[in-house]
């Protein structure tokens, strides 16, 4: 039996294309509902929990073309075609569904990720998060505190925090770390696919952001033929986040909306 995404619908169906949303490592469907929001004044905005994160089932296999799959079993309850955004790790699936299985796909956006192979690693966080005592903890405040040494930056340990769960019944990360951690090398890295997606593609740089270089270009066109990059200054790579007018009015010009 067919394992679906767990999902959060805002706005109703109507001419324009439903928007579904992917979000990337550590993430969740949460993370977007000020945008999904602002989008769905026009139409159905879908965000999605990738597999091993937030309310979403767990399962070993975390490799993109079983999130690729996942994105295309979602689609498959719409209908379509859709407009599919990604970031990082989302990103990364939407990609490969629209290289492996484009059918119910209409546009793309890519959110600050490039179809390549990084160096760098997430292992660490997944390490922070592995040392906390969770039984100790009542409030997430608290949780914060015990990660300052190891954490220095703020926004980085309420990100991560997002997905700390307390309860009376026990306190977990509503994150398959496991899974994750040994799937971590897929995560980072991009499987080889063939063939190329030729509708429209949009890929977003965070102006501050290394995740999509010049060196990168030749791939992206090679897979994306029909795609412009563009930038949005003050931010990094949760450039969604970090100047989220900009990156709304990027994505409604693309969209063919009005702000």
């Known amino acids: 039996m067919t394992q679906l995404l767990n999902t959060q619908v805002f706005g109703d169906a109507t001419e324009q294309p439903t928007l579904l949303i992917a979000h990337g490592l550590f993430g969740s469907g949460r993370n977007w509902r000020a945008i999904a929001r602002r989008f769905s004044v026009d139409r159905k905005v879908i965000t999605v929990d990738m597999r091993n994160h937030a309310g979403s089932f767990w399962d070993d296999d975390h490799s993109y073309h079983a999130l690729a799959d996942d994105l295309g079993n979602t689609l498959s309850t719409l ?7 990604g970031h990082s790790m989302g990103g990364k699936a939407a990609m490969v569904l629209a290289l492996r299985n484009p059918g119910n796909l209409n546009r793309l956006l890519i959110a600050d990720i490039a179809p390549i192979a990084y160096a760098h690693s997430q292992i660490s966080n997944i390490d ?26 703020a926004a980085s340990r309420a990100f991560l925090l997002q997905s700390l769960e307390l309860s009376e019944n026990g306190n977990r990360w509503a994150l398959n770390l496991d899974a994750l951690a040994n799937s971590m090398d897929d995560i980072v890295g991009f499987p ?13 740089k965070g102006g501050a952001s290394d995740y999509i270089l010049s060196s990168h270009m030749g791939t992206i066109n090679a897979l994306f033929p029909n795609s412009n990059l563009t930038e949005i200054p003050n931010a990094a790579h949760w450039v969604h986040a970090e100047n989220p007018r900009a990156f709304i009015e990027v994505v409604a010009d693309f969209l063919g909306e009005t702000i």
């Open 79 to 85: 209908n379509g075609p859709v407009d599919l955004l």
């Open 128 to 153: 922070i998060m592995r040392s906390l005592d969770l039984s100790q903890i009542t409030r997430r405040s608290e949780a914060d505190v015990l990660l300052q040494n190891q954490l220095p930056e």
């Open 192 to 204: 080889s696919v063939s063939g190329s997606f030729n509708n429209q593609t949009l890929f977003i």
